[in-house]
C-alpha cells in the first residue's frame, strides 16, 4: 500500500486513483493550480458570479443597519418563539464548517492520502461558514453595542458574563474554532503562496505573496518546523470537531424544555454538522473543479469518497431521529411525548416531513456507485441535504419554542421579509469571499498533493481532459 514515509505505492491500483488522474505529474499541478490566479483576465463568468454575491452582500448590510436602527421587531420573533431564524441560522452556518476542521485535521492525522485534493476547499470554506455564523448571534443580543459584555472585560456597571450559560460557552467555543481553523487554513498555504511569490511578474503581486508566505524559501529546516507546526495544530484542531458543535447543542440540550432536554443533542449535532458541511463541500467542488479544469487533480474518486461519507452520516442522522421519538416514548413524560407528535402531525409537520426526506430520504440513492458518480444525482442530493439541514435546525428551534408547557401561551412563528433577506444575505458574504479565495489564493493544496503523488507515471493520459470521468 504504502512505502515506509506514508507515500502511496504506484503500482497498488487502490490508491492511484484516489489521488489525481493517471500520469499527472507535478509540474501539470502546479500549472493548473497556480495558473488560475496568474491569469490576467478575469473570466466573465467569475464577474457575473461576483456581481450576484455583492448584491445579496449588499442586501444583508442594509437589513442589519435596519435591524440595528429600528430594533428586534422586525424579526418574526413573538412569545414563546423569542429563537427564531437567527438562532437557527448561528447553528446551520456553524454546522457547515464542521467539514473543513475534519477533512483538515482528523483526516490527516489517519494518513488518509485522498484528503489533499480537497482539504484546501474546506478550510476555506470552514472560515468563511464562521464568518456568516457570528453574525446572527451578535445582533441577536438586541443591543449591538453592548456585545463587549459577552467578555470579561472590566466595565462601567461591573457586570461579569454568566459563566453558566451555554450560551457564553458559545462565544469561546466558536471563536476558538475560528481561530485554530484560521491559523490551519493560512499556515497550509504557506509554501503555496510561496510558489504564487516566486511565479509572479507584477511588482504588486509579488509584493503582496511575499508579505503572505512571511518569507518561506523551502529549505529543509524549513520544511522540518513546517510538518511539525502542521502536526500540532492538526491535533489542537481534532477535539474541536467534537467539541464546538456539543457546545452549540448545549444551547438547546441544557435547558428544561421539551425537545430540547435530551442527552443525544451532542452527538446528533456532531453527525448533522459533519453532514451539511461535506454537503456543501460537494456543492461548491463540482462548479469550481469543472470552471477551472481540475477535474484531473480533484477526480471522481474524491467525489465518491465524500458521497459515501454523506451516505453514512445521513444514516446516523437518521438514527437519530427515531432515537429521538424512542426517547420521548420510554421516558413516559408526557410532554416530551407530545413534543415530538407535534414535530410530526402538528402545525409545522410540512417543515418536519421536508427534513426528513431531505436528510434521510434522498442520500440512499448514494448506495449504488452510479448514483455517487454522477454529476447532476449527486449535486441535486447535496442541495437537497443543505436544504434538509436548515430545516433540521428549523425544526428543532421553532417547533419546540411554539408549543411549550402551557397552552395559553402557544403561538405560531412565522418570518419576516426581513429574516428572509437577513439569511439570503449571508449567502453574499458566504461566496463572496468564496470567490475571491478562488481567484486570489491556491483552490489545492499543491505542496500536499506532490507529497503523496508520484511524478512520470508510466500511463500518462495524453488528453489534458480524460481524467477519472
Given at each position: 500500500?504504502?512505502?515506509?514515509?506514508?507515500?502511496?505505492?504506484?503500482?497498488?491500483?487502490?490508491?492511484?486513483?484516489?489521488?489525481?488522474?493517471?500520469?499527472?505529474?507535478?509540474?501539470?499541478?502546479?500549472?493548473?493550480?497556480?495558473?488560475?490566479?496568474?491569469?490576467?483576465?478575469?473570466?466573465?463568468?467569475?464577474?457575473?458570479?461576483?456581481?450576484?454575491?455583492?448584491?445579496?452582500?449588499?442586501?444583508?448590510?442594509?437589513?442589519?443597519?435596519?435591524?440595528?436602527?429600528?430594533?428586534?421587531?422586525?424579526?418574526?420573533?413573538?412569545?414563546?418563539?423569542?429563537?427564531?431564524?437567527?438562532?437557527?441560522?448561528?447553528?446551520?452556518?456553524?454546522?457547515?464548517?464542521?467539514?473543513?476542521?475534519?477533512?483538515?485535521?482528523?483526516?490527516?492525522?489517519?494518513?488518509?492520502?485522498?484528503?489533499?485534493?480537497?482539504?484546501?476547499?474546506?478550510?476555506?470554506?470552514?472560515?468563511?461558514?464562521?464568518c456568516c455564523a457570528g453574525i446572527f448571534p451578535g445582533v441577536h443580543i438586541g443591543r449591538v453595542w453592548l456585545a463587549f459584555y459577552l467578555?470579561?472585560?472590566?466595565?462601567?456597571?461591573?457586570?461579569?458574563?454568566?459563566?453558566?450559560?451555554?450560551?457564553?460557552?458559545?462565544?469561546?467555543?466558536?471563536?476558538?474554532?475560528?481561530?485554530?481553523?484560521?491559523?490551519?487554513?493560512?499556515?497550509?498555504?504557506?509554501?503555496?503562496?510561496?510558489?504564487?511569490?516566486?511565479?509572479?511578474?507584477?511588482?504588486?503581486?509579488?509584493?503582496?505573496?511575499?508579505?503572505?508566505?512571511?518569507?518561506?524559501?523551502?529549505?529543509?529546516?524549513?520544511?522540518?518546523?513546517?510538518?511539525?507546526?502542521?502536526?500540532?495544530?492538526?491535533?489542537?484542531?481534532?477535539?474541536?470537531?467534537?467539541?464546538?458543535?456539543?457546545?452549540?447543542?448545549?444551547?438547546?440540550?441544557?435547558?428544561?424544555?421539551?425537545?430540547?432536554?435530551?442527552?443525544?443533542?451532542?452527538?446528533?449535532?456532531?453527525?448533522?454538522?459533519?453532514?451539511?458541511?461535506?454537503?456543501?463541500?460537494?456543492?461548491?467542488?463540482?462548479?469550481?473543479?469543472?470552471?477551472?479544469?481540475?477535474?484531473?487533480?480533484?477526480?471522481?474518486?474524491?467525489?465518491?469518497?465524500?458521497?459515501?461519507?454523506?451516505?453514512?452520516?445521513?444514516?446516523?442522522?437518521?438514527?437519530?431521529?427515531?432515537?429521538?421519538?424512542?426517547?420521548?416514548?420510554?421516558?413516559?413524560?408526557?410532554?416530551?411525548?407530545?413534543?415530538?407528535?407535534?414535530?410530526?402531525?402538528?402545525?409545522?409537520?410540512?417543515?418536519?416531513?421536508?427534513?426528513?426526506?431531505?436528510?434521510?430520504?434522498?442520500?440512499?440513492?448514494?448506495?449504488?456507485?452510479?448514483?455517487?458518480?454522477?454529476?447532476?444525482?449527486?449535486?441535486?442530493?447535496?442541495?437537497?441535504?443543505?436544504?434538509?439541514?436548515?430545516?433540521?435546525?428549523?425544526?428543532?428551534?421553532?417547533?419546540?419554542?411554539?408549543?411549550?408547557?402551557?397552552?395559553?401561551?402557544?403561538?405560531?412563528?412565522?418570518?419576516?421579509?426581513?429574516?428572509?433577506?437577513?439569511?439570503?444575505?449571508?449567502?453574499?458574504?458566504?461566496?463572496?469571499?468564496?470567490?475571491?479565495?478562488?481567484?486570489?489564493?491556491?483552490?489545492?493544496?499543491?505542496?500536499?498533493?506532490?507529497?503523496?503523488?508520484?511524478?512520470?507515471?508510466?500511463?500518462?493520459?495524453?488528453?489534458?481532459?480524460?481524467?477519472?470521468?
Amino acid at each position: 500500500m504504502t512505502d515506509i514515509n506514508g507515500i502511496p505505492n504506484e503500482d497498488d491500483p487502490r490508491q492511484r486513483p484516489l489521488l489525481t488522474a493517471e500520469g499527472i505529474g507535478l509540474t501539470e499541478i502546479t500549472e493548473m493550480v497556480a495558473g488560475i490566479p496568474e491569469r490576467r483576465e478575469t473570466p466573465r463568468a467569475w464577474y457575473i458570479a461576483f456581481a450576484c454575491s455583492l448584491t445579496l452582500l449588499s442586501i444583508l448590510g442594509v437589513m442589519l443597519a435596519y435591524l440595528i436602527f429600528t430594533g428586534v421587531g422586525v424579526w418574526g420573533n413573538n412569545n414563546p418563539a423569542f429563537w427564531g431564524w437567527p438562532i437557527v441560522n448561528f447553528v446551520f452556518w456553524v454546522g457547515i464548517g464542521h467539514a473543513g476542521t475534519l477533512i483538515s485535521a482528523i483526516l490527516f492525522l489517519t494518513r488518509q492520502n485522498w484528503r489533499t485534493g480537497v482539504n484546501r476547499f474546506a478550510e476555506a470554506m470552514t472560515i468563511f461558514a464562521v464568518c456568516c455564523a457570528g453574525i446572527f448571534p451578535g445582533v441577536h443580543i438586541g443591543r449591538v453595542w453592548l456585545a463587549f459584555y459577552l467578555f470579561p472585560l472590566p466595565n462601567q456597571m461591573s457586570l461579569w458574563p454568566n459563566f453558566r450559560s451555554p450560551l457564553l460557552w458559545d462565544v469561546f467555543a466558536v471563536g476558538t474554532y475560528a481561530t485554530v481553523s484560521l491559523l490551519f487554513w493560512y499556515m497550509g498555504m504557506i509554501p503555496d503562496i510561496a510558489t504564487l511569490r516566486d511565479r509572479a511578474k507584477h511588482p504588486i503581486r509579488r509584493f503582496v505573496y511575499g508579505v503572505l508566505s512571511v518569507g518561506w524559501t523551502g529549505s529543509g529546516r524549513e520544511w522540518s518546523r513546517f510538518e511539525k507546526a502542521y502536526l500540532i495544530l492538526a491535533g489542537l484542531a481534532t477535539p474541536l470537531v467534537l467539541s464546538v458543535h456539543s457546545v452549540v447543542s448545549f444551547d438547546f440540550a441544557v435547558a428544561q424544555l421539551p425537545g430540547w432536554h435530551t442527552t443525544i443533542f451532542p452527538p446528533y449535532f456532531v453527525a448533522g454538522a459533519v453532514f451539511s458541511g461535506f454537503a456543501m463541500v460537494v456543492t461548491l467542488m463540482i462548479p469550481a473543479r469543472a470552471f477551472f479544469g481540475l477535474k484531473d487533480i480533484i477526480t471522481m474518486n474524491h467525489l465518491d469518497v465524500m458521497n459515501k461519507i454523506i451516505l453514512t452520516t445521513g444514516s446516523l442522522v437518521g438514527y437519530a431521529y427515531a432515537t429521538e421519538f424512542f426517547i420521548a416514548w420510554y421516558s413516559g413524560n408526557p410532554y416530551e411525548s407530545f413534543a415530538f407528535i407535534n414535530r410530526a402531525f402538528g402545525p409545522y409537520a410540512w417543515a418536519y416531513w421536508t427534513m426528513v426526506s431531505c436528510n434521510v430520504i434522498s442520500p440512499q440513492i448514494f448506495w449504488f456507485k452510479k448514483a455517487r458518480r454522477s454529476i447532476p444525482i449527486m449535486l441535486t442530493v447535496v442541495i437537497f441535504v443543505n436544504i434538509g439541514m436548515w430545516f433540521e435546525r428549523f425544526v428543532i428551534t421553532v417547533t419546540s419554542l411554539s408549543r411549550d408547557f402551557l397552552p395559553s401561551s402557544w403561538g405560531y412563528f412565522k418570518p419576516t421579509i426581513v429574516d428572509m433577506l437577513t439569511f439570503l444575505g449571508s449567502f453574499g458574504l458566504f461566496f463572496t469571499l468564496f470567490l475571491l479565495f478562488c481567484r486570489f489564493l491556491p483552490m489545492v493544496a499543491m505542496a500536499e498533493v506532490k507529497m503523496v503523488v508520484p511524478e512520470g507515471h508510466p500511463s500518462h493520459v495524453e488528453d489534458n481532459g480524460a481524467s477519472n470521468e
